[in-house]
């Protein structure tokens, strides 16, 4: 199943590093999500997009920057992350925003 | 604020035994879904129920949604160790919420 894709599977930055997490969705969906997972926590959503239209913010860090650029990709700029900050970051795609998800594999990120 | 309460919050058993699993709320979800996430990879969804006391059934796994849309179940008969994995329950909230709200998850384990 390549519905969801996600790039790279695994980062390790430090924290004055910039790096970006890549998603990709095959699907012909029209709604987009990222989510953020760490030990012991319920998924947390961080961002949804509709129609490349970014419509819910969860109160991320403004270290945490996403993109849109079309309803097929989207992307999560990294920048001066904390310890904290390390998970597994999810991306999401559902064909409508209030419609099933399908999740990506993920990226495994350890911030430093 | 709607929450999800899984349990067990883990479970070890031996292959061929049956088991269930729990996912409980104090509000009404509109639909509810229920993933099965394995190490190191996003959760795959195995199924999403919508109406109260609708009972599914994939294969071995047979899924229950509560007559007031609150709660579900899920049961496994004759567990395999390919059952394995991180079970996530989600409720939808319904009309304009359209976020889904994650349970903890049920680590499950199933040895030969």
């Known amino acids: 199943e390549t519905g969801v894709t996600q790039t790279p599977r695994h980062l390790v930055m430090g924290m004055t590093n910039k790096k970006s997490l890549k998603c990709e969705q095959h699907l012909g969906h029209n709604a987009m999500y990222w989510y953020k997972q760490s030990a012991k926590k319920p998924l947390e959503l961080m961002f949804v997009?509709?129609?490349?239209?970014?419509?819910e913010n969860n109160s991320v860090p403004s270290r945490f920057s996403p993109e849109c650029p079309n309803s097929s990709h989207l992307f999560l700029h990294l920048h001066t992350l904390q310890p904290e900050d390390s998970a597994l970051y999810l991306c999401?795609?559902?064909?409508?925003?209030?419609?099933?998800?399908?999740f990506g594999p993920g990226t495994r990120l350890l911030v430093l | 604020t709607q929450l999800l309460e899984q349990s067990p919050q883990f479970l070890s058993i031996q292959e061929g035994e049956n088991l269930t699993v729990y996912c409980n709320s104090s509000?009404?979800?509109?639909?509810l879904q229920w993933y099965r996430q394995e190490p190191g990879e996003g959760p795959v969804l195995l199924v999403t129920?919508?109406?109260?006391?609708e009972v599914k059934k994939l294969k071995r796994l047979t899924f229950q949604f509560g007559d007031a849309r609150k709660d579900s179940s899920l049961h496994i008969t004759a567990a395999q160790p390919g059952d394995t994995g991180l079970y996530l329950c989600a409720g939808e909230g319904g009309g304009s919420n359209y976020k889904l709200t994650f349970g903890k998850g049920t680590l499950l384990t199933v040895n030969p």
């Open positions: 509000s009404v979800f509109s639909s």
């Open positions: 997009y509709s129609l490349e239209e970014r419509v």
């Open positions: 999401a795609s559902s064909p409508r925003r209030a419609e099933t998800q399908y």
């Open positions: 129920v919508v109406t109260g006391g």
